[in-house]
């Protein structure tokens, strides 16, 4: 599944993705409090990398944060700027981001992650070290699963994910863990959150890919 087919599927259902999810309210109150806790004692600027409608840009533009949203989709960018016209949103991917080395304080990435290919989130998370500078923070929101396995997405296809193979793509990108939180909602896929701190050098020859599990991957 390719950028820009991700693109594509959420650009056609933008308007219903964001009525049905695009509000504060339609999220669990344990994401509230988990999101909170963390940009709290952050200083300096935030991304909330794939901002969709940017409900969570503005939860934490809400609770002082300096932060900006980023997502490739405009219908998205131009929905959430009418909507929170005192947030900034850019546009851009998490593939290439457009700002400096060591510019961001934290990300983050709140289920943006799910569509990438299991191949590529290791770029994915280098590019997150490349913009966090060390000692920054970012947060991950993703599907909890037992392997690296693809599934059909209300939008486009997505992954799930094992806690310790991110565990591991995170370390390999120069993150050093600091929580994790799993938990089943009734009706929902498992989720997962993981927040970690950005180191000063990577760890070689740790990775996540397809390459983990490649009778399990699409």
Not at 16 to 40: F, H, K, M, V
Not at 53 to 73: I, K, Q, R, S, Y
Not at 128 to 150: K, T
Request: with cysteine; proline share 6%; charged share 20%.
């Amino acid at each position: 599944m390719s950028i820009d087919e991700v693109g594509r599927a959420y650009r056609l259902r933008s308007a219903e993705y964001t009525a049905a999810l695009g509000s504060i309210s339609d999220t669990a109150q344990q994401d509230q409090d988990l999101i909170s806790a963390w940009s709290r004692g952050i200083e300096g600027k935030v991304v909330d990398a794939g901002c969709g409608p940017g409900h969570w840009t503005n939860f934490l533009f809400g609770h002082g944060v300096t932060v900006e949203g980023l997502d490739m989709v405009d219908e998205f960018l131009d929905a959430a700027s009418a909507r929170y016209p005192d947030v900034p949103f850019r546009g851009g991917t998490l593939e290439a981001m457009p700002y400096d080395d060591g510019s961001l304080s934290g990300i983050l990435s709140w289920y943006s992650i799910i569509h990438t290919h299991p191949g590529e989130l290791n770029a994915v998370l280098g590019e997150f070290a490349r913009c966090v500078h060390p000692g920054g923070s970012i947060l991950l929101g993703f599907f909890e699963g037992r392997h690296i396995e693809p599934f059909e997405h209300a939008v486009v296809r997505a992954y799930t994910w094992p806690v310790p193979a991110i565990r591991d793509a995170l370390a390999a990108a120069g993150f050093e863990m600091v929580e994790t939180h799993s938990r089943t909602d009734q009706g929902h896929r498992p989720h997962a959150a993981m927040i970690a701190r950005r180191g000063t050098q990577p760890q070689p020859g740790r990775c996540a890919s397809a390459q983990s599990d490649p009778s399990r991957v699409a």
